[in-house]
């Protein structure tokens, strides 16, 4: 089994590039989707952040008010410490445990947004970056996602840098072009990834 990170600045493009991934056999482990279901009504995540941050973290129906939550870490590094404190353990035993039901020679790709942030390098045998400009990056949200350029460049400036982020790769996913083009370097990255499992076995 290969272990795999993979990361990329907002705007990057990382979503695509981890469908193309899928699409040639990797097995997903997303981060973000686990850190949803993981405070999901029910789960001893939602109580727990409940008992750190009050009801008022809770929408009508029960479920996480995650604008209210956001609204409340954003800014504040201790309340955001105390927040993580929670999520990270849940979303990491979980994360395991997917990896754990893959196959024995399956490639797991681990999408994790805040992979360099968090210094998770260590954790996987290698570490992809999805890699894009600023300049390209900043149009994709804006004129994509239709996000107001002030946030844009907020969202941006509270990551990592391009620099640092390049500096934690073993391998760079370039997606400063087209769809076609991601998915030629997608195909070859699959490629490198392959016989690096094929060593591993």
């Not at 979503?15 to 999901?40: F, N, T, W």
Request: charged residues 25%.
């Amino acid at each position: 089994m290969l272990n795999v990170g993979l990361t990329g600045g907002i705007g990057a493009g990382k979503s695509e590039a981890v469908r193309l991934l899928a699409g040639h056999g990797a097995v997903i482990v997303d981060s973000d989707r686990i850190a949803r279901e993981v405070v999901e009504p029910g789960t001893p995540g939602l109580a727990a952040v409940v008992a750190e941050f009050g009801t008022e973290v809770l929408a009508a129906d029960g479920s996480l008010d995650r604008a209210r939550l956001g609204a409340i870490v954003f800014g504040d590094e201790e309340r955001r410490r105390a927040l993580n404190a929670i999520v990270h353990p849940l979303v990491a035993e979980r994360s395991a445990a997917l990896r754990a039901a893959a196959p024995a020679g399956a490639i797991v790709v681990h999408d994790v947004p805040l992979l360099v942030e968090n210094g998770l390098q260590g954790r996987y045998d290698a570490v992809i970056v999805v890699d894009a400009s600023d300049t390209t990056r900043l149009d994709r949200l804006t004129r994509l996602r239709g996000m107001p350029e002030a946030d844009a460049r907020a969202r941006m400036a509270a990551q990592a840098d391009r620099e640092t982020r390049l500096a934690a790769a073993d391998f760079v996913l370039d997606n400063d072009g087209s769809l076609e083009e991601l998915t030629v370097h997608t195909a070859r990255l699959w490629q490198h990834l392959s016989e690096r499992a094929a060593r591993r076995s």
